[in-house]
């Protein structure tokens, strides 16, 4: 199986009055991680995605752990890999630790849609099979 | 069963490039609606919990679906009830809906922690009545 | 000269770590002070403006001094009024103030934009019109 | 002269409904700098800074202007230096540009605060010697 990681510091700008990472911020890393991997795993820029191909990848659902509180300074190590892979849509899995300490853990479901009709759309087939190298299913 | 309600409008700084609301920005929604409950329905302002009293109630868990996008100008109607009361936890339901049209649905456990020691602590008894006018078991 | 007011409760959202509103949640507010604005005063929503007429206000420059931190809890009043207003673009200045504390002073420039072409252009003649209702060379 | 540089990916998250950075997000990216320039170059995290030693570098000050506008898939290229350097506070001069165009540039006036008393203090005599590093009347 191949998983992609990522890596965030934790700035001044994710945390809230207790010190610590306010939530809403974690999903902005999320994102950051999804988009990432996108460019990286995939070659599917966000710029390409959203811009000349008028798709996007919006969460259908998310269902957020948190384990452990981060706290400015930690750096935070992402794994992300791909669950079941459906016709327009992918399940995918991400958690979050520093150091050997899980922080979060994350499961969503992403849904490929054309932006113009705002309606679900089959992943391009060479697009999907870049995905399923991310499967657990697979071994790399 | 009470419900409290609150209305947020969707302002530009909430939307992505395809012109919907980026889903971190419905955290932060959430978290406000979060907020003012604890303000206005149970008379316990976060300026009050986090400062003299040093307490936070950060989210354990939390998982929300999407049934439909969000646009600029739309305005969301929240919906928030109590679900299973812990000793330091609560489970929180809230929905947003613009008209008729539900566009999500959340359900996430708040733990009351003490900052200083981050760790979880019971409810207050007042507190924890004050919570429980808004389960699902009462009946307003 | 008309004066647009408006009102903003610091939200956990808002603070840092330092307990104090982070500079940039400032922007996001002074944006949707500006929005409200052009809503309410100009009756010209952000939803048309950037829908059907596809065009934007993006600040061209601006300048905020800051004279006293603000805290969860505080409620924060704003005061709009516009300077000098150019053949596509308008001079505004914005006041935020708890109480009788003055927190920050913000002088920007907006420029209308075409969207699609990404150029300044002339404000509509009725726009130009009600912006200037609220310089302050006017008495209302 | 020495000057600090750093580079920031512009991502899905900095985009409004017009798919240019929204400039909020362009004072995160700045706050973000500044917390980098600091750690790296100053060798004081924000985290020693408000964590253990208890202060802060707010901004007393900021002007920005605008040249012109990002786009997802930018690449903006930062470049840091000192002004002049005051008892408690600095002039630090940020530019940010994608290749060789222009996007924006920064003057601001940081303030070393007491985070408990939130009043201005002196810069330790090792931090302002490493800050003078990058005051453009130093050749490096």
Partial sequence: MATFTHRTPVMF??????????????????NAVVETFFDRALDWSFATLHGSERMGVPMGRIDANFHAASRLGDVLDWSLTIGRI??????????????????LSVRGTLVLVDLDKMKSRPWPEARRAALERYTKENTA
């Avoid at 700008?13 to 999320?30: S, T």
């Avoid at 459906?86 to 922080?103: F, K, L, V, W, Y």
């Fill in 13 to 30: 700008q994710h945390c809230d009055p207790a010190g610590i990472v306010f939530y809403p911020r974690y999903f902005e890393m999320i």
């Fill in 86 to 103: 459906g016709r327009g849509s992918a399940e995918i899995e991400i958690t979050g630790a520093c150091g050997a300490e899980a922080r």
